[in-house]
């Protein structure tokens, strides 16, 4: 795949990690030509609710700092003409996209498609770090961070890409996938349905077979015998019996495409 010579970093700051409770307090896309920046959209964004003390204590902002900044439906069409069509580079990219489809969602504006290079996908399919976090592959390249804020945050994820880049060449680019397949937050109709269907199967004592995807993006199907659903860092998980390991795991809502069948009772 040709390198891209134009691309754009993209981090959110928010209330808290749950795109179903929480909401964007701010927003920066930044715009690189040739490794240098071009073009950014920086921009607090009013939630209209309170900042709990978690999400002020991380990022250091507070209503004060909010209350006569633009509403996010304010500048919603921006944000979607800085992305779409673009190739965007984002640290945890199933974090901020969730994030960013709730806010479209409430908006009322169809979600821009756009090819997305994961540095967390990357870290993790390619390197052995010992943790994968923004923070501490920063602190592996030797590269200064600033306080918890969205400009900041993307301008790292695009120069931790520039590392993955020397090493892996252009092979970096074959990484790409699509907004649309991402992102998916608990939200999303697909997977209040799955869920709904597993809570059946939970309460029947069935089994059930899923189509999984896994960290890696392969499919396969799964025979599970699911006992509880739980949240975990506002990820929703169902923890089962996995037949196909032969050992209880836990699997993520957000990452189960479809429930292939309900089998029997247990």
Not at 150 to 156: H, L, R, T
Request: hydrophobic fraction near 35%.
């Amino acid at each position: 795949m040709k390198k891209d010579s134009s691309l754009v970093a993209l981090d959110v700051e928010t209330t808290g990690l749950n795109p179903e409770y929480d909401n964007i307090i701010e927003v920066a896309i930044v715009k690189f030509e040739n490794d240098e920046i071009v073009d950014k959209l920086v921009s607090l964004i009013n939630p209209e609710r309170e900042i709990p003390i978690e999400a002020k204590i991380l990022n250091g902002i507070d209503e004060s700092m909010l209350e006569n900044e633009p509403k996010f439906k304010d500048i919603v069409k921006e944000i979607k003409k800085f992305l779409e069509g673009k190739t965007v580079i984002i640290h945890n990219s199933d974090f901020d996209i969730s994030f960013l489809k709730k806010e479209f969602g409430l908006c009322g504006e169809e979600f821009p498609e756009f090819d997305v290079i994961d540095t967390l996908y990357i870290a993790r399919k390619y390197f052995n770090f010992p943790s994968n976090s923004l923070s501490s592959l920063a602190e592996s390249y030797k590269i200064g961070r600033q306080p918890h804020r969205a400009e900041g945050d993307a301008i790292i994820a695009y120069k931790i890409f520039q590392h993955f880049r020397e090493t892996l060449g252009e092979n970096i680019y074959e990484e790409k996938f699509s907004s649309l397949e991402v992102g998916n937050s608990p939200l999303s109709e697909d997977t209040f349905k799955i869920k709904m269907l597993i809570e059946e199967g939970i309460k029947n004592k069935k089994e059930i077979v899923i189509k999984y995807r896994n960290r890696n993006r392969e499919e396969s199907e799964r025979k599970i015998k699911p006992f509880e659903i739980i949240n975990k860092n506002g990820r929703m998980f169902v923890r089962a019996f996995c037949y196909t390991r032969k050992e209880e795991r836990e699997f993520r809502l957000d990452r189960i495409i479809k429930i292939v069948d309900n089998v029997k009772e247990g």
